[in-house]
């Protein structure tokens, strides 16, 4: 199994850090024991990704600069089906995709952002910094001494 996870990794070519799932089909987990990844499918409102160098070099081949379409558009549909047909036609899609769909996508399932949803935000858990709390404001001490 761990081979199988090993090769897995290396042919990824994006992997979701942290996005939310749009598609209506559940992600299939990637059945490698202890691996938390699953296939991606259409997500939007990615906060973070990362793309290997290979991903890389297939986006940077599909002249995606001539077809311009929003990041969470443009993401998914290298790795998944896109709802509108018309993005999915695309060269600059075609051209990333591969002539077999190759590109490959992985994310971490919905239980990242569900930890996050239900602990809540990590700066909540660090100590105080100045301004955090707000500030406490004291009377000056000349007014005092004017009354």
């Known amino acids: 199994w761990e081979m199988v996870y090993a090769v897995a990794v290396m ?5 979701y850090i942290r996005a939310s799932l749009y598609s209506k089909t559940a992600e299939e987990k990637l059945e490698v024991p202890g691996s938390s990844l699953y296939l991606a499918r259409h997500r939007k409102v990615t906060d973070a990704y990362c793309l290997s160098r290979r991903g890389i070099a297939k986006i940077e081949k599909s002249n995606f600069a001539k077809h311009l379409i ?3 558009e443009f993401l998914p549909s290298l ?3 896109h709802p509108r047909k018309d993005v999915m036609l695309l060269p600059s899609i075609k051209s990333a995709r591969g002539p077999e769909g190759t590109f490959v996508g992985l994310s971490f399932g919905d239980e990242v952002l569900s930890e996050m949803a239900r602990v809540g935000s990590e700066t909540n858990l660090s100590p105080c910094l100045l301004g955090d709390h707000g500030a406490e404001l004291c009377e000056d001490e000349d007014e005092d001494d004017e009354e």
């Not at 042919?11 to 992997?15: Q, V």
């Open 11 to 15: 042919l990824l070519d994006l992997i």
């Open 79 to 81: 790795h998944s089906e």
């Open 70 to 72: 929003a990041f969470d």
